[in-house]
C-alpha cells in the first residue's frame, strides 16, 4: 500500500485489485448489470447531479446513509425502509438527508429495468457520484450485486459509531466489521462534506463532561466561531459545516482541521488525539518522515471494502420495487 503511494500507482489498478479481492470473496462484482440494466448507473448519477443542482448541501448526505446502512446488518438499504420501529426512525439516523435522491434513482429505473436493481446498489452508486460531484478526483469502479434485506429495526443501530465514540470504541467497532485502523481514519475523511446538527456537538462548547467550559482540544480562536452558530440553549437543528472552511469540496482540509483543533464533532477530534490515529491523518496531510498516503486513492480502497459488509447476494433478501417498502 505504501508502495502504491510512492509511485503513484493509478486509481483504477488500486480499486481493480480491491474488485478482485471481493470477486474472490464471491461476493459483489463490477459489471454486475451490464448486460441486465446496463444505464443503471448513468441514471443513478443523473439523479445525484439533478440533487446537487437544486442543493449541494444534499448529495454529500449519501456518504454517510451509505455508512450507516453497512454498519447495521450489512449494505442491504435497510435503513431506507420507513414505518414504526425501522432503522430510518433510530435517533443516529434522525438526521439522514438524501432519501428523495434514492427514490428518484429508483423510480426511474424501475421504468428502464424494472425489478433489476436493487436499492442498496443504488445508494452505493449514488453515495460515490456524490465524491466526484465534489471533487474527487477520479472514478472509481463499484462492485455491484447487493440484495435488498428484509428487516430494519431502529434497536440493531445501538451499535453505530456515534459522534462521541473514544477512539478505542471506534476501532473496536470498525473492526468488528472487518475494517482496519487506516480504514476508520480514511472513511471520517468522508467528513470533509456535509454538515452536522448542534445538537451532536454543542456540548463540547459549554459544558463538557460536566467541567462547566469547553472541550480543551478545540482551538481557542475557533471557539467563538461555533458558540456564534451554536448559542447556548440555541436551536439544535442548525447546521454547521464539518470541515470549516470547505465543506463542499472533497480534500484533505478536513485532516488539517483535526490538526488545528477545529474537529466540529468530538469522534473527529480524538483521531487526532490518538498516535496510531493521528499518524494515519499525518499521512494523507504528507508530514514530512512518514510514507505519504493518498486521500482520494485510500478512500476508494475503504469505501469498496466497506461496501462488502454483511452483503446479501444471491437468492438472499430481495429487489424491492419501493426503496421505502419490503415487497
Not at 441486465?36 to 440533487?51: D, K, W, Y
Not at 463540547?204 to 469547553?214: E, K, S, W
Not at 440553549?233 to 490538526?259: I, M, P
Request: proline fraction near 5%.
Amino acid at each position: 500500500m505504501e508502495s502504491f503511494s510512492r509511485k503513484k500507482t493509478p486509481l483504477f489498478f488500486l480499486v481493480m485489485l480491491a474488485t478482485l479481492t471481493t470477486l474472490a470473496l464471491g461476493q459483489t462484482r463490477v459489471g454486475f448489470y451490464q448486460t441486465s440494466c446496463p444505464r443503471v448507473e448513468t441514471i443513478v448519477q443523473s439523479a445525484v447531479a439533478a440533487a446537487n443542482r437544486a442543493n449541494p448541501g444534499v448529495p454529500p448526505g449519501l456518504v454517510r446513509m451509505f455508512f450507516h446502512d453497512c454498519f447495521v446488518n450489512g449494505c442491504d438499504a435497510s435503513v431506507l425502509i420507513t414505518g414504526s420501529g425501522s432503522e430510518r426512525t433510530a435517533p443516529p439516523n434522525s438526521l439522514l438527508r438524501g432519501f428523495e435522491i434514492i427514490d428518484a434513482a429508483k423510480t426511474q429505473l424501475e421504468t428502464a429495468c424494472p425489478g433489476v436493481v436493487s436499492c442498496a446498489d443504488i445508494l452505493a452508486i449514488a453515495a460515490r457520484d456524490s465524491v466526484l460531484l465534489a471533487g474527487g478526483i477520479a472514478r472509481w469502479q463499484v462492485p455491484l450485486g447487493r440484495r435488498d434485506g428484509l428487516v430494519s429495526r431502529a434497536a440493531d443501530t445501538a451499535n453505530l459509531p456515534a459522534f462521541n465514540d473514544p477512539v478505542d470504541v471506534q476501532i473496536r467497532k470498525f473492526s468488528d466489521k472487518g475494517l482496519s485502523t487506516q480504514d476508520l481514519v480514511t472513511l471520517s475523511g468522508a467528513h470533509t462534506l456535509g454538515t452536522a446538527a448542534c445538537a451532536l456537538f454543542s456540548y463540547r462548547l459549554y459544558n463538557f463532561n460536566n467541567t462547566n467550559g469547553p472541550d480543551p482540544s478545540i482551538d481557542t480562536t475557533f471557539l467563538p466561531t461555533l458558540r456564534n452558530l451554536c448559542p447556548n440553549g440555541g436551536d439544535g437543528s442548525t447546521r454547521v459545516a464539518l470541515d470549516n472552511g470547505s465543506e463542499n469540496r472533497f480534500d484533505t482540509s478536513y485532516f488539517g482541521n483535526l490538526r488545528d483543533g477545529r474537529g466540529v464533532l468530538e469522534s473527529d477530534q480524538v483521531l487526532w488525539g490518538n498516535p496510531t490515529t493521528r499518524t494515519f491523518a499525518q499521512r494523507f496531510l504528507g508530514v514530512r518522515g512518514l510514507v505519504g498516503l493518498t486521500f482520494n486513492v485510500e478512500f476508494a480502497r475503504s469505501m469498496v471494502r466497506m461496501g462488502n459488509i454483511e452483503v446479501k447476494t444471491g437468492t438472499q433478501g430481495e429487489i424491492r420495487r419501493v426503496c421505502s417498502a419490503f415487497n
